[in-house]
T-cell receptor, first 113, second 115 residues
């Protein structure tokens, strides 16, 4: 079992560009969660998705950020028109239907220059 | 809004000593997790605590949960250098009013163990 796979590991974008972060959950896991970690801070919940559904997006900024988990393929966190304040580590986690315990991926470190 | 507070935020220990990290939270929940994070790395799950009075031990670490006091502790026994890392507690509450899945993390405790 390959675990939760995130790519890319590092992503550099210029201000105004788009960033796409991918997350493939563990095999058999149908629940995906995205968290953001700003430098020297704890992780903050962004969004919880199941296949083709957003369950809770209360932690997503209202503009420029969107997430999806299509029927086929990885979950995508999309940030449009990135700004310097978006620089952070973005972690994805997944869980099976019996939801206790979450497995985290290695994260994508986004740097906006 | 749920608040999760850890203390201390910084902990410098000598090898062989014992210490406890505290995690207080502000709303009712009976699901709490402890994670370890090494610099630049992902989060490693240490303990899953799912009920009041739960106690779990792994090696030199022991975690407990008191849901009435809204308090969890992570106790370190006879610390060794390899335990140096950042430790987070996280409280699980229901997302979207239905199922669990919305972790609220504490600020993290940076632990440094000196020889």
């Amino acid at each position: 079992n390959a675990g939760v796979m995130q790519n890319p590991r590092h992503l550099v974008r210029r201000r105004g560009q788009e960033a796409r972060l991918r997350c493939s959950p563990m095999k058999g896991h149908s629940h995906v969660y995205w968290y953001r970690q700003l430098p020297e801070e704890g992780l903050k919940f962004m969004v919880y998705l199941q296949k083709e559904n957003i369950i809770d997006e209360s932690g997503m900024p209202k503009e420029r950020f969107s997430a999806e988990f299509p029927k086929e393929g990885p979950s995508i966190l999309r940030i449009q028109q990135v700004v310097r304040g978006d620089s952070a580590a973005y972690f994805c986690a997944s869980s099976p239907d019996v939801y206790y315990g979450y497995t985290f991926g290695s994260g994508t470190r986004l740097t906006v220059v | 809004e749920l608040k999760v507070e850890q203390n201390p935020l910084f902990l410098s220990m000598q090898e062989g000593k014992n210490y406890t990290i505290y995690c207080n939270y502000s709303t009712t929940s009976d699901r709490l997790y402890w994670y370890r994070q090494d610099p630049g790395k992902s989060l490693e799950s240490l303990f899953v605590l799912l009920s009041n009075g739960a106690v779990k031990q792994e090696g030199r670490l022991m975690a407990s949960l008191d849901t009435k006091a809204r308090l969890s502790t992570l106790h370190i026994t006879a610390a060794v250098h390899d335990l140096s890392a950042t430790y987070f507690c996280a409280v699980d509450i229901k997302a979207g009013g239905t199922s669990y899945g919305k972790l609220t993390f504490g600020q993290g405790t940076i632990l440094t163990v000196h020889p």
